[in-house]
């Protein structure tokens, strides 16, 4: 536990040096202002946001939350209803899709299926008039490169999920576009794939240099796998930054819901010196940190379970918490314990040993740890 | 028409019912009997009556009737006579369908209205469209009287009673049937494809040509195939808005004319029987056509 309390927000990784790629690569991509409306309502509202040449930006966020309709708008298959995109001084976002040279892989797969593995990935290339051999040769090398070399005469539908995604993601990558564009392609894969298809898509993208915008709903994916990570609520950009950024300095309620702070306790603010908080939750008060002083009023106190320690008997520190167990739910190395609150407000936190149901139990948390947000607004 | 050998099986093997029951041969097979019956009475036994009929004739060699068919101009003549109104025909419906059967997939309210508005043709039968048609392309019609009005034209053009009333005919006739199946086949073509091939570059001629027709293909031949039968079989509106006696004797005109005005039935049968011949010929071509088209498709298996 103590372990993971301190390695638990690591800083991110070191990015690999990009192979140079020339021409191809691009040094930014600026989105500005780009708006799509669905009738009267904003799935997307003024999205800017600039990607270097290189880089891997997921879009993280709910259903709803205008992330594939930015993926759309960026592949040109839904039209603006503002703003501009710009790659360099070149601008895209009136230019049909297939003027813009970009490859995608759709939550779908979307593969041909009326054409083989090498038909399918060779289409891009067909469609740009590559010659024949050249062809030939990256097709082998892109099907080399997801180990797909034995299935090439086979149809899609011969295939497993696996495999479709793996044919999907070399469909993407033979065509050597300037920008890659995912659409949750791993949603449709069962956990363990998932894990598997995380890592290759990381490792190509260490490979191969490619820019590549990622629109996913799992935290996970987009942590693990992003040099930048956007995330939108109801078409608006809530926070952006490095995964360590957003991981460890969520900025709004949404964000640290989203991003494992599981826990949320409303009460009201108590007190605010600079960034220390304090906030009355039922009898109880709880010190955290929020992104600036607060105002009297509504607030939200978001805890990881992580976080939670049990101390039962020992110790007056601050931030002790009594609970009431109510659920046991066996997590492997520790137990996924639900407790409630003398107020009524329920807590989830890890435990090594489980309690008994219906016991009282006393948990800790670190104000380091503890994060104090206005209230998200409900729309 | 399932016959089972009774033999007593031996003492090792599972009871007779369990093996068959395994292959699929249960007493609830003997629900398909009455469909069977049915298909017996009314389809298979007309159709091997009306077979043997026309290899009989007076003389007694097997093929006179057909011997005749090939040799009478007249009545040679009415397989091209049925081939030149059906085959533009088709592919006239197919034209205007496909493009309005592509767009409408997916259309939501819209689709409906068009779609109700579409069918109407079916619902008022052949004869009661014939006479309208009469009235509507007829010397002192719609369209001739709105063309002469215009000054586009100073004579009124024969419509009708002629190649082009039956045309007309067949069109309006079988459009609704061919939108609809193309429609149901277009649905059924997940759009992300086409998207998928926009993004990787396909023109719009290009997605269309290497997306959609190959994936339209089964369900257009198919959709060709019943369009060709239905038109080819045309008979009451080539007697009502045509030329029966010329331009549109169509062998299905033919076969009534042999059946009841010269009471020759062995020589009606051979007509029907060359009718279903050239109608099987061309649905071989269209299948055929569809395998070139889309060679992968019918090589595509599971596992």
């Known amino acids: 536990m103590a372990d993971q309390l301190e390695g638990s927000a690591r800083t991110d990784p070191p990015v690999a040096d990009k192979p140079d790629d020339g021409d191809r690569q691009f040094r930014e991509l600026r989105l500005d202002g780009v708006t799509r409306a669905f009738g009267a309502t904003d799935a997307l509202h003024d999205l800017s946001i600039t990607i270097r040449g290189g880089e891997f930006v997921a879009f993280l966020g709910p259903s709803g939350s205008g992330k594939s309709t930015a993926l759309n708008c960026l592949a040109g298959l839904l039209p603006l209803t503002a703003g501009e995109i710009w790659l360099d001084d070149r601008r895209i976002d009136t230019l049909p899709p297939e003027q813009r040279g970009f490859a995608m892989v759709f939550q779908n797969y979307a593969l041909f299926p009326h054409l083989d593995v090498r038909r399918n990935v ?73 894990l598997e298809m995380r890592t290759e898509i990381r490792r190509l993208h260490q490979d191969l240099g490619l820019t590549t915008i990622y629109v996913t709903h799992d935290q996970h994916e987009a942590l693990s796998l992003a040099d930048r990570i956007v995330i939108l609520r109801n078409g608006v950009v809530e926070q952006a930054g490095t995964p360590s950024e957003v991981y460890i300095e969520p900025e709004t309620d949404f964000v640290a819901g989203f991003l494992g702070y599981r826990n949320a306790l409303t009460g009201n603010v108590d007190e605010s010196h600079g960034r220390q908080t304090t906030v009355a939750v039922g009898d109880l008060r709880l010190v955290g ?9 509504d607030a939200v106190v978001r805890i990881r379970p992580d976080d939670l320690m049990v101390c039962n008997g020992g110790g007056t520190g601050p931030n002790r918490i009594p609970l009431l167990i109510e659920v046991v739910e066996y997590g492997g190395r520790e137990f996924v314990v639900e407790g409630v609150t003398p107020a009524g407000q329920r807590l989830y936190f890890m435990a090594s040993e489980a309690p008994r149901l219906g016991d009282s139990v006393t948990v800790a948390v670190e104000p380091e740890n503890v994060r104090v947000f206005a209230p998200t607004e409900e729309t | 028409m ?124 052949t004869v009661l469209l014939s006479d309208g048609l009469l009235d509507f392309l007829g010397a002192a019609g719609w369209v001739n009287r709105f063309l002469l009005d215009t000054g586009l034209i100073d004579q009124p053009l024969q419509l009708i009673h002629n190649y082009w009333g039956v045309l007309f005919a067949i069109i309006i006739t079988d459009f609704p049937f061919v939108f609809l199946l193309l429609l149901s086949y277009a649905s059924g073509i997940d759009p992300s494809y086409e998207r998928a091939a926009a993004v990787f570059g396909a023109s719009p001629r290009q997605r269309f040509l290497r997306v959609t027709l190959p994936l339209f293909a089964p369900g257009l031949a ?3 195939s019943l369009a060709f039968v239905l038109a080819f079989g045309t008979f009451p509106s080539a007697l009502l808005v045509g030329e029966p006696a010329g331009s549109t004797r169509t062998m299905g005109v033919a076969a009534y004319s042999e059946a009841f005005q010269q009471f020759d039935y062995p020589m009606a049968s051979t007509v029907a029987m060359l009718m279903a011949g050239v109608e099987l010929l061309v649905i071989v071509v269209i299948l055929g056509l569809r395998n070139r088209l889309v060679p992968t498709l019918s090589s595509g298996r599971k596992g």
């Not at chain 1, 999920?161 to 949750?184: F, K």
């Not at chain 2, 009871?15 to 069977?36: C, H, N």
């Open chain 2, 2 to 125: 399932v016959t089972r050998t009774a033999a007593a099986p031996p003492a090792s093997l599972p009871p007779l019912s369990k093996r068959l029951a395994e292959k699929g041969v249960t007493p609830r097979l003997l629900l398909l009997l009455p469909a069977v019956v049915f298909a017996l009475g009314l389809f298979v036994y007309p159709f091997l009556y009306g077979l043997g009929l026309s290899f009989t004739t007076e003389a007694g060699s097997l093929l006179g009737n057909y011997t005749e068919f090939f040799t009478d101009p007249y009545l040679r003549g009415t397989i091209w006579l049925t081939v030149r109104l059906a085959v533009p025909a088709v592919l006239i419906i197919l034209v205007t369908a496909m493009p309005l059967a592509l767009a409408m997939r997916g259309a939501g309210r819209g689709k409906q209205i068009i779609t109700v508005i579409l069918l109407f043709p079916i619902t008022i039968g």
């Open chain 2, 222 to 224: 198919i959709t060709t």
């Open chain 1, 289 to 297: 940190k929020s992104p600036a002083a607060m105002p009297t009023g």
């Open chain 1, 122 to 194: 060779g289409f891009g290339l067909r469609m740009r008039k590559v010659p024949k051999q050249e062809t030939n040769r990256r097709v082998e090398e892109a099907l080399t490169l997801v180990r797909l070399s034995h299935k090439a005469d086979s149809h899609p539908a011969q295939l497993s999920g696996g495999e479709q995604q793996r044919v999907a993601i070399a469909r993407a990558i033979v065509c050597e576009p300037p920008l890659v564009l995912m659409d949750e392609p791993l949603s449709n894969l069962d956990a363990k794939l998932r």
